[in-house]
């Protein structure tokens, strides 16, 4: 049971190039989101999705963009990379009813320079 | 906007108890979560609380003031396998969660 999958586990990049950062859950959950962590601070929103199709901003869209086409993946893309955006990203998955958990991949460790 | 706060770290002794409290300031309330996460590795579910009250699982027992914007995770019993960080994060009203910094607590033999 496969859970959310994130690619890739970690990545360097270079100032001013693009990468997109995949996800892909197999547990037939409606909603996705993508979370950035820092060192001391909390899990931050980037975007989230309540289906195949509908995407919206969270608290922290600057500088990334996302598609839902299916169900299971939901891609985060990075156009124009900026050392602020070094960080852990976690993709996570829920299914719709309020009381149900959110289910976290293992997260990619991404750094800019 | 939300204000989640949580103590930065705790530390505690092998077989002890540990309880780390969260205050919340959120424009909804919809629930609450506590998540535990390891060192380089992702937040697992650990409980989620709705109404006023004590939720007991095994080891972890998570509990809610609505009116007192207050919860706590209370950890039995502890292992050298608990050292972690602790999630706080409260669902205000539709799908989102907001998230405290985290709870870093060490255990010690």
């Known amino acids: 049971n496969a859970g959310v999958t994130q690619t890739p586990k970690f990545r360097i990049l270079k100032i001013g190039q693009s990468m997109t950062l995949q996800c892909t859950q197999d547990m037939n959950h409606n909603y996705m989101y993508w979370y950035r962590q820092d060192p001391g601070m909390g899990l931050k929103l980037i975007y989230y999705?309540?289906?195949?199709?509908?995407?919206d901003k969270g608290e922290v869209p600057n500088g990334y963009n996302v598609s839902r086409s299916t169900t299971e993946d939901f891609p985060l893309r990075l156009e124009l990379a900026a050392p602020s955006q070094t960080s852990v990203y976690f993709c996570?998955?829920?299914?719709?009813?309020?009381?149900?958990?959110?289910?976290f991949g293992d997260g990619t460790r991404l750094s800019i320079l | 906007g939300q204000n989640i706060d949580q103590p930065t770290e705790m530390t505690a002794t092998e077989g002890a108890i540990v309880q780390i409290n969260c205050t919340y300031q959120t424009s909804g309330f919809n629930g609450l979560f506590w998540y535990q996460q390891h060192a380089g590795e992702a937040p697992t579910f650990l409980s989620y609380n709705v109404l006023d009250g004590l939720e007991e699982k095994g080891r972890f027992s998570s509990f809610l003031s609505r009116s007192k914007g207050y919860s706590y995770l209370l950890l039995k019993e502890l292992q050298m396998k608990d050292s972690a960080s602790y999630l706080c994060?409260?669902?205000?009203?539709?799908?989102?969660?907001?998230f405290g910094a985290g709870t870093t607590v060490t255990v010690r033999a």
């Open positions: 999705s309540v289906g195949a199709g509908i995407t």
């Open positions: 994060a409260v669902r205000d009203g539709d799908y989102k969660l907001s």
């Open positions: 996570a998955s829920s299914k719709k009813q309020e009381s149900q958990p959110q289910h």
